[in-house]
């Protein structure tokens, strides 16, 4: 009797070979793939640590220029070693309120550097005295991680006589890995100076 023949039925999956070729190719695609992710996350953090840092010395320098346009008599003294303070008094005439406010920004060198602020309104005892050494109630921080630009320059930087300019040139730290932001100024008060007022008693 004919028998006839069948073909072979071809055998379904892969071989050992393609499995390890189909996994070696996993591997390098996941490998390329997570190294651009983490590339992608490093740029995303370090983009918000810059800008942060930035929006810090921003803050610090455009309240300082704020505060010498208006002033009426500007003083910059050095309380102790590794600190400066900046006073700013200014006459008020109107809302309700005579007399002279008193503005002070207070830079220290200690803990990696800090600026911080503090404010009275006219006709309170308004003279503002240098925090004690590690306290800072009732200042407020505006900004960490901070230090003049050069190691030799004041952090407050005043020119005239009366003092009726002053100049800010200081950096912001943007994390560990990053370069600092660069932060300069410098401002002009407005008003006719003078070398005397309650504020600096």
């Not at 996993?26 to 983009?47: D, E, N, P, R």
């Amino acid at each position: 009797m004919f028998t006839p023949r069948t073909a072979p039925i071809a055998e379904q999956g892969f071989t050992l070979v393609e499995l390890l070729i189909y996994s070696a190719f996993s591997v390098i695609i996941l490998s390329l793939v997570g190294g651009m992710l983490v590339t992608s996350l490093s740029a995303q953090k370090t983009m918000i640590a810059r800008s942060e840092a930035a929006s810090a010395g921003q803050l610090i320098s455009q309240s300082i220029h704020s505060g010498v346009r208006n002033a009426n008599a500007i003083k910059i003294v050095s309380p102790v070693v590794g600190s400066e303070m900046l006073i700013m008094a200014t006459v008020q005439t109107g809302d309700g309120e005579t007399g002279e406010s008193c503005q002070a920004w207070f830079y220290t060198a200690a803990d990696g550097g800090a600026v911080y602020y503090k404010s009275a309104a006219a006709g309170e005892l308004n003279f503002i005295s240098p925090p004690a050494a590690g306290s800072f109630a009732g200042w407020l921080m505006l900004g960490d991680d901070i230090s003049p630009s050069e190691a030799s320059r004041p952090f407050f930087l005043g020119a005239g006589s009366p003092l009726n300019e002053v100049a800010v040139s200081f950096t912001v730290g943007a994390g560990s890995k990053n370069a600092p932001i660069l932060i300069e100024s410098t401002t002009i008060t407005r008003q006719s100076g003078s070398e005397s007022s309650a504020c600096f008693n």
